[in-house]
């Protein structure tokens, strides 16, 4: 079956930095763009950050852009964001999922969601 495993989220303190993965198992990672999306208590699930199978195109929410970064390195199936000076509106559940390939005009997921990382970034 095709699953995703997010980690690397966690509590962090306004300003600081965390690297979440998104690492494939049963399938070449490389097959599918993938996207990284967050839903915050009470808040719509939006998505965050998109990247093409080879990682030549990306795109980002506004609110993160400057801030956040997406990669892949497809030798060990595994997507990453990093997330820099990170602010408390960043705190929700991230979740990578496989997404359409035309991820410029638009982040669509066409794959299952898995449980998430937490991340919480307060003072």
């Known amino acids: 079956q095709l699953q995703l495993v997010e980690s690397g989220g966690g509590l962090v303190q306004p300003g600081g930095s965390l690297r979440l993965s998104c690492a494939g198992s049963?399938?070449?990672?490389?097959?599918?763009?993938i996207g990284w999306f967050r839903q915050a208590p009470g808040k719509e699930r939006e998505g965050v950050s998109c990247?093409?199978?080879?990682?030549?195109?990306?795109n980002y929410l506004d609110s993160v852009k400057g801030r956040f970064t997406i990669s892949r390195n497809n030798a060990k199936n595994t997507v990453y964001l990093q997330m820099n000076t990170l602010i408390p509106e960043d705190t929700a559940i991230y979740y990578c999922?496989?997404?359409?390939?035309?991820?410029?005009?638009?982040?669509?997921?066409?794959?299952?969601w898995g449980q998430g990382t937490q991340v919480t970034v307060s003072s």
């Open positions: 999922v496989r997404v359409r390939r035309d991820i410029i005009t638009a982040c669509t997921p066409t794959g299952s």
């Open positions: 990247i093409s199978r080879s990682g030549l195109s990306t």
């Open positions: 049963g399938f070449t990672l490389d097959d599918y763009a």
